[in-house]
């Protein structure tokens, strides 16, 4: 099964981008769909983006569309977000998920793999 590690997070001013990096390992890279998840402090974990086994379907949730953007590098075994004109209300733990279903589902159980999570904070 794969594993999976983010790492790029940090703190960033209002209007500031960021680059998420999730590096997998353990398995196949390009067998597995990708997502993005968020969760803020006190709310649900919520759907951020997901990307096809090849990388050349994607689907965004309307809240980061036209300012994130998700791709992969099958060689490397990394997925990337990245993330453009943050907002405070971007301020979350990001997490990368992947599933080995082709669809591009937004919901949790959908993804079977996840990992540590990295933190974004946006400061106004």
């Known amino acids: 099964q794969v594993q999976l590690a983010e790492s790029g997070g940090g703190l960033v001013q209002a209007g500031g981008s960021l680059r998420l990096s999730c590096a997998a390992s353990?398995?196949?890279?390009?067998?597995?769909?990708m997502g993005w998840f968020r969760q803020a402090p006190g709310k649900e974990r919520e759907f951020v983006t997901a990307i096809s086994k090849s990388g050349g379907s994607t689907y965004y949730a309307d809240s980061v569309k036209g300012r994130f953007t998700v791709s992969r590098d099958n060689a490397k075994n990394t997925v990337y977000l990245q993330m453009n004109s943050l907002k405070p209300e971007d301020t979350a733990v990001y997490y990368c998920?992947?599933?080995?279903?082709?669809?591009?589902?937004?919901?949790?159980?959908?993804?079977?793999?996840w990992g540590q999570g990295t933190q974004v904070t946006v400061s106004a």
């Open positions: 353990g398995d196949t890279f390009s067998s597995y769909t």
């Open positions: 998920a992947a599933r080995r279903g082709s669809a591009l589902p937004a919901t949790l159980d959908a993804y079977a793999y």
